[in-house]
């Protein structure tokens, strides 16, 4: 066996397992039916419940989508499968020599490891070259490697089935209470407090500002109705994402900054979890920063009613 590759799916397990395997770039609906069967059948058997996931994101990898459209982080997924109860996360480093393994010697390294008696994946999911292991395969090996199979179909909302693509689509739209409906959360990142300007200062709403993380789905620029999380606490705000056309900073870049509603701090250096609810508006030139104020008042007035 390729030692090399057995060591990629980390200390060997003392028990047996439950394994959930895919990119869940999002850990939507769809996902996290898979990830609670996973985590229920090794509560049920008393075994060890794992997910292994791919960094970077096969879809990334082979070009399909940008390096900057994750719906979730490497680090969002390891925390909301450790909230969701996984025991063990194992995130496989895509490369070509991946892509190009035979679906035994995958088998083989994880069962040596994970020593799995359960493997759980969505119908689509696939393995090694030409996407030769596929989920039908693999339920064919259970027998000769040792466990079982569990395959689930796409889930389905609205008359469609949920899927990374189809929220992705929606984010880029600014279309959230959707997206959020397939995701089982709201979208979000979590960016430092820096710096700003303080333009917002001068208008008289005075703003934080947030750096976006690389890698992560940028929505289209506009302003948004959002919840930011500070130091565990909860605050309403009214956020532009853009690059500030009324300023002529066109090109300086895409900005976040946060009007938080009834409260004030600066938060410099703080760490801010922002939770995209609803887009109020595109992002658009004002003839005046006049103009911009009002239109920033009937903003307040309308994110204050959706949140």
């Known amino acids: 066996m390729n030692e090399d590759l057995r060591k990629i799916f980390g200390a060997e397990l003392t028990a047996n397992s439950a394994v959930s395997i895919g990119a869940f770039d999002g850990l939507h609906l769809g996902h ?69 393994l035979s679906t035994y010697d995958f088998l083989s390294a994880m069962q040596s490891v994970l020593h799995c008696e359960h493997l759980i ?96 789905l940028t929505l289209p620029n506009g302003v948004y109705a959002v919840i930011n999380h500070i130091d565990g606490v909860k605050y309403a705000s009214v956020t532009n994402i853009g690059v500030r056309p009324t300023f002529g900073l066109d090109d300086k870049g895409i900005f976040v900054e946060s009007y938080l509603l009834n409260t004030s701090g600066t938060f410099y250096d703080e760490s801010s979890r922002l939770e995209f609810i609803e887009m109020l508006r595109p992002e658009i030139r004002f003839s005046s920063a006049e103009d911009l104020k009002a239109q920033i008042s009937r903003d307040i007035q309308k994110a204050e009613k959706i949140l």
Do not use: C, W
Not at 35 to 42: G, L, M, S
Not at 160 to 169: F, M, Y
Not at 179 to 202: M, W
């Open 32 to 100: 996290r039916h898979i990830i609670n069967n996973t985590v229920e059948y090794a509560k049920q058997h008393g075994i060890y419940s794992a997910a292994i996931l791919f960094d970077p994101l096969p879809s990334v990898f082979f070009g399909r989508i940008g390096p900057d459209e994750r719906i979730l982080l490497r680090n969002e997924q390891e925390t909301m499968l450790n909230d969701m109860g996984i025991d063990r996360i194992i995130f496989l480093p895509f490369s070509i020599e991946i892509a190009n």
């Open 121 to 216: 994946m969505g119908e689509d999911f696939s393995i090694g070259k030409d996407r030769s292991g596929s989920a039908a395969v693999l339920a064919e090996l259970g027998a000769s490697f040792g466990y079982t199979t569990e395959i689930l179909s796409k889930d389905v909302m609205d008359g469609d089935v949920i899927s990374s693509t189809r929220i992705r689509a929606l984010l880029h739209q600014g279309r959230l209470p959707e997206a959020n409906r397939l995701l089982g959360y709201s979208f979000y990142f979590t960016g430092n407090i820096i710096h700003g300007d303080a333009r917002g200062r001068k208008l008289g709403f005075p703003t934080l500002n947030v750096k976006i993380p690389e890698g992560k």
